[in-house]
């Protein structure tokens, strides 16, 4: 969807707001990359009740981009174009502990992606991430990539680079489908080697929202020794295969794990020196726990659970709220300002409600042409 601008030679000392070639060249062609044409916001509108709101025109939301009001319109039937999901669950450290508890997965993720177009993937990680199976619509695919998790390792737990790579899986993907991450992890990251700017970058860029169900190692240890619980140890998955299928023709529209290529290194990010000093709060952020602050960055959710009810609870409310949004979007004006641009959302008609969409989105990336 993205176009490119190009830029005539700058002469030297001009201004027009685009950064310095890592070369040091100030007379170079540079190009504007622009992600996409319209930037959308999956938004939720509640009561101060947490009842859903209804029914809202465009005329009654009021967008700010960097506190400048934007002309909005509203899809009416958002859940009509599909969706593409991939469920990213920890495997390491102290998540085998968790296993039993996600039991009802499978049936949530169906409850999650409803009746209409999609496709899912299922990501592992714990000093790594591992596919155990890429996109894919047939039913039978998700019980079978679920019943290969298995504990993989006490001491990592990469939460940030697994979901850089599952954000690097639905970028992709060549179709206009609603892109989703559902993560069930620990409240914080151990071991990523992913550079936090540059996930909260690419969560600005791409429309892609993050769904957590985060359980707390600490509070669940100290209910089992509470309740003097020694058999809640990992013995094998909770999942069982499902029963053998008729294997479908090859599509190049599906692909499995078994055939999957390679996944692609993304390089291409915003520029990082262009990060206000705001940047650093939602680092810090990031760190503290990392679960909440993806969602909340993406304009998703987060829950978390010490019980089998309560992750089942939490997928089910996750799976409810889901497809009880307003996806609006506006056009942006062009603008040589290329930082994090903040995002606001407000209902004129409901001054008290509460809002959950976006905080940020990026315009775009400044680089040099080919060849300079």
Known sequence: MGTTILFAPLARGQNAGVTASPSGQEDENYKLRVHSNLVFLPTR?????????YGLTPE?????????????????????????????????????????????????????????????????????PYVLDDFSSR????????????????????????????????????????????????MRDYGSHARLQDVVAELGVNDIVIYSVAFSPAKNDFLRNLRGDDQDLPESTPFAPPPPAPKPPSSDAESTSSSAEP???????????????????????????????????????????TTQKGFEDGLQRVSNHVHDYYLVSFKPSPSPNLNLHTLSVRVATHPDAIIQTRKSYWPGTVEPTAGN
């Open 45 to 53: 509108v509640q009561s101060r009740k947490g009842e859903t709101i």
């Open 60 to 128: 009654e939301f009021i967008v700010e981009d960097n506190g400048v009001r934007q002309s909005v319109q509203v899809e009416e039937d958002p859940d009509s174009a599909g969706v593409s999901l991939v469920v990213v669950v920890q495997c390491g450290r102290s998540a085998p502990l968790e296993f039993k508890k996600l039991k009802g997965l499978n049936a949530m993720i169906g409850g999650i992606v409803g009746d209409g177009p999609h496709e899912v993937a299922v990501v592992t990680y714990g000093e790594k």
């Open 139 to 186: 039913p039978e695919a998700v019980p079978l990539a679920l019943s290969r998790l298995e504990p993989c390792g006490d001491y990592h737990a990469v939460t940030i680079d697994a979901v850089s790579s599952a954000i690097n899986m639905l970028k992709r993907r060549q179709n206009d489908y609603r892109h989703a991450i559902l993560l069930i992890s620990e």
């Open 263 to 305: 996944e692609p290194v993304y390089t291409e990010h915003p520029p990082i020196l262009l990060l206000p000093p705001e940047i650093q709060l939602i680092i810090n952020a990031l760190k503290a726990n990392t679960a909440s602050e993806l969602a909340a960055l993406s304009g998703g959710e987060y829950i978390n659970f």
